[in-house]
């Protein structure tokens, strides 16, 4: 332990950063804008993490961070050029990135149509009255019950053919009592007294919601074009953003958008209120499979329900991606509701819609569940959101950033998107040959494009097209992830927990923050705090309190250290929003050191003048590999791009971020010079129809070109850096394979990942690595092993809870699971 005293922070968010100094007296750390501020108590030295005596302290120069490079700012969330190249052109201008932000939850008189002294005090309501809210269409339920659709469905209960009369009143009964379940007629009153309460709870818990004005500006362009509905399809960080997206887009004139909420995670009370408030449900206990009881009746009105909302012209938002404790995952109920919306398209009930990704991010995401917890919470009721809602209003979480990406025509989309993909594998044929030493490399063939599948008939064949379906949701979760802004708090994690873990001084720190923040930018993403150095390094060690101590040394610095325990495991989930970030880097760090492996030794040094060089081939190889393994949801890689593609990205990163270095023979042509030996020859004319001169004649000098680790001076710990980001992933995998060997098997998929989440816990006691020990991670390694081939279905009939896992007969003897945690672990930098 370094000399000092621990400079426990303050659980209380309004005391600021109070630290003990060598003689126990207190000084106070002030943070102006972003943490409240108190003058320092008389007759005591100012402590040195006060922000007016840093410069002088430590010499710092940088003052203010900018989030951009240059002069504009980074314009992310472009939709794919390659499947909407139409879209791409459009609703862009280039004036859009430098427009400002608004703060959406900041309401002043400036916001409503009258000024004064009265309307300051209840500018709140004036401006929620404002909000233009249609009334409510009484007869949208008759139209959908009486639509084409239902009739049909309606029909095979009634003796008489379909249309040969009305059907019985028991019949219409059942089906508005189905369309009840699934959504309500919006109330303005209760809309508005809502959202008035929302705004003054918003404005308790965060510091701001930030809006890009540019963005909002695409968003509105599209909302322009008659006959397109817009769909927006979000990251889902917690229970909150079902309520603050759909605040934001009406206080923002985009009409009340209705969401598409999971009915798991809500009460039957909370259910009601919401679907007064627009949400949209999909029917409780109700089988829509064609064969299940009842028929495909609940199917029927889904689909009439969802065609009649985007007839409507109203906006509809649906979460794509899984409510987790940490990284990206689609989720079959976001997906459900996509494929609604796509056969809706297919069958012309519009004629085109609209989709926009988006990005949500926090400081802290409030009322997340732990990290550590096995996923399975129990629905939220009035009451727990009222306790949430409550212990929010104890402190500020910090600040909050909506971005919009690019909107792109689902009908271009469909047009250009091939309906299956042709050649594509398994992840066990491409794989376990290299896993078990039968092949070294995956035959040059792209792996098969896995799709969530989604509940009954919604996820069949014939109303959506499987590859089609996943495809779209890859494409739009890739664009809603690339679009979320890096907050300070997630770069300060990554910095403690990746970079730093053996703790760094402050002086240090601030440098630190400043070259992670500049790397994030050049790398073409955004992010979601600017302003003072100092105060944003103070911003984001007292949001991560929990999670760090502070030691004053006699010197005068301050050393900041992360905690060692389960604080760890929230400091990775933090971070997280660094990995899509850097993780083409990551993935090429990570393959080097599966080919320097067996040139190093164990824990040693790293002796980058020594290293032998390394081939192109080689990198491409152990680059594949990795690719293969690691989850497609970790990867969020785009269908029309191939993984080769990608292996060849990889290693132009590490050669532009300078980790790779050209190796040049003596003698030779350098490798930058690309002109073709050949024009140095006479030119001799060729009949068209000679394909001599293709490229692929220099394949081979291509894949024979070497590299060698850079030796300057920065580069080793920017490796490790890399390398840490996808350890904890990593080496859970590697732990799970060492637990083959333990486990209790057959069991369900859901009862196994449980088993081994166990596991990881208690490992991570022995060695204090509880960022590997999260229940995310223990159900991406079973689902990775089930898709590998070491874990198979029990050829056995299916338990209560599911079809059960057993054992591949291959991962039965031992050597073959050392040999598979051995395969995991040539990636893992330590």
Not at 4 to 18: I, T
Not at 667 to 674: E, I, L, M, N, S
């Amino acid at each position: 332990m370094p000399p000092g005293r621990d400079l426990g922070l303050p659980r209380h968010p309004g005391q600021g950063l109070r630290i003990q100094g060598p003689s126990g007296r207190p000084g106070l750390c002030e943070a102006r804008t972003m943490i409240q501020a108190q003058p320092p108590p008389e007759g005591r030295d100012r402590s040195p993490l006060d922000p007016g005596m840093w410069p002088m302290a430590f010499g710092v120069k940088l003052e203010t961070v900018t989030p951009f490079l240059g002069k504009y700012r980074p314009f992310v969330g472009r939709c794919c050029q390659s499947c909407t190249p139409r879209s791409w052109e459009s609703l862009f201008d280039k004036n859009i990135t430098t427009m400002g932000f608004h703060n959406v939850i900041l309401v002043t008189e400036n916001s409503t149509r009258y000024r004064g002294w009265l309307v300051r005090r209840f500018c709140c309501v004036m401006c929620v009255l404002g909000w233009n809210i249609p009334p409510p269409d009484g007869a949208v339920q008759d139209r959908i019950v009486s639509s084409k659709r239902v009739q049909e469905a309606l029909g095979p209960r009634a003796p008489q053919e379909a249309g040969d009369g009305p059907r019985p009143k028991s019949w219409t009964r059942e089906a508005r009592h189905i369309l009840g379940q699934i959504q309500a007629s919006v109330s303005p009153p209760l809309l508005r007294l809502f959202s008035w309460i929302l705004l003054r709870f918003l404005n308790s818990v965060f510091v701001n919601v930030q809006l890009h004005q540019g963005q909002l500006t695409m968003v509105r362009q599209a909302l322009e074009v008659p006959g397109v509905p817009l769909v927006f399809l979000s990251t889902h960080k917690s229970h909150l953003d079902g309520l603050l997206l759909p605040l934001l887009l009406l206080s923002q004139r985009l009409g009340v958008v209705h969401v598409a909420w999971d009915p798991q995670s809500c009460s039957p009370v909370l259910r009601a209120l919401l679907r007064r408030l627009g949400g949209l449900f999909l029917p409780v206990g109700a089988d829509l499979s064609p064969g299940g009881p009842g028929g495909d009746l609940p199917g029927a009105i889904l689909h009439a329900a969802v065609e009649r909302l985007l007839v409507s012209g109203q906006p509809l938002l649906i979460f794509l991606e899984g409510l987790s404790g940490g990284g990206s995952r689609l989720s079959a109920h976001g997906q459900a509701w996509l494929s609604l919306v796509l056969r809706a398209t297919r069958e012309g009930a519009v004629s085109d819609v609209a989709l926009v990704p988006v990005g949500i991010a926090y400081d802290l995401t409030p009322g997340a569940p732990p990290a550590e917890s096995q996923g399975s919470t129990s629905p939220l009721g009035l009451w727990s959101v009222a306790l949430a809602g409550l212990r929010g209003l104890a402190g500020r979480l910090g600040c909050v950033r909506v971005d919009f990406s690019q909107p792109f025509s689902l009908q271009e989309f469909m047009a250009n998107s091939p309906s299956r993909r042709p050649g594509g594998r398994s992840l066990e044929d491409l794989l376990l040959p290299a896993v078990l030493g039968q092949w070294p490399v995956p035959s040059d063939c792209e792996r098969a494009q896995m799709c969530v599948p989604a509940p009954g008939a919604l996820g069949s064949p014939e109303q959506a097209d499987g590859f089609l379906l996943g495809s779209l949701s890859c494409h739009i979760l890739h664009a809603s992830v690339s679009s979320s802004a890096v907050m300070a708090v997630s770069v300060m994690a990554a910095l403690l927990l990746h970079k730093h873990p053996e703790g760094l001084f402050l002086s240090k720190l601030l440098g630190e923050f400043s070259w992670l923040t500049e790397e994030t930018l050049l790398r073409g993403f955004d992010v979601g705090f600017s302003g003072r150095l100092r105060h944003l390094v103070l911003h984001a060690l007292r949001l991560l309190r929990d999670g760090i101590s502070l030691w004053r040394l006699p010197h005068g610095d301050v050393l900041v250290l992360p905690k060692a325990g389960p604080s760890r495991l929230q400091l990775a989930h933090r971070s997280a929003a660094l990995l899509p970030v850097f993780l083409c880097e990551a993935v090429g760090a990570c393959a080097v050191r599966a080919l320097l492996v067996s040139r190093l030794p164990p824990g040693g040094p790293w002796e980058l003048q020594s290293m032998e060089p390394l081939s192109q081939r080689d990198l491409h190889q152990q680059t594949l590999l990795l690719l293969h393994l690691l989850p497609q949801d970790c990867l969020l890689l785009q269908p029309c791009q191939s993984f080769y593609c990608y292996c060849q990205e990889v290693l132009d990163r590490l050669i532009q971020c300078g980790l790779l270095v050209a190796e040049e023979a003596p003698g030779t042509r350098p490798a930058c010079d690309t002109s073709r030996r050949r024009f140095q020859e006479k030119l001799l004319w060729r009949a068209t129809d000679d394909f001599s001169d293709s490229d692929s004649d220099f394949a081979d000098e291509a894949d024979g070109r070497c590299f060698t680790l850079s030796q300057q001076a920065r580069c080793p710990d920017f490796f490790l850096f890399l390398g840490r980001l996808l350890g904890p992933l990593l080496t859970a995998f590697a732990r799970a394979a060492a637990f083959l060997r333990q486990g209790t098997l057959p069991d369900t998929e859901s009862g196994y990942a449980g088993q081994l989440h166990a596991f990881l816990l208690k490992r991570a006691r022995e060695d204090c690595t509880f960022e590997c020990a999260s229940w995310e991670l223990a159900v991406k390694a079973v689902q990775t092993f089930r898709e590998l081939g070491v874990l198979r279905e029990h050829p056995g009939p299916p338990g209560p809870q599911g079809p059960q896992l057993c054992l591949a007969p291959t991962f039965t003897e031992q050597k073959n699971q050392e040999q598979l945690e051995h395969f995991i672990r040539q990636f893992i930098l330590a």
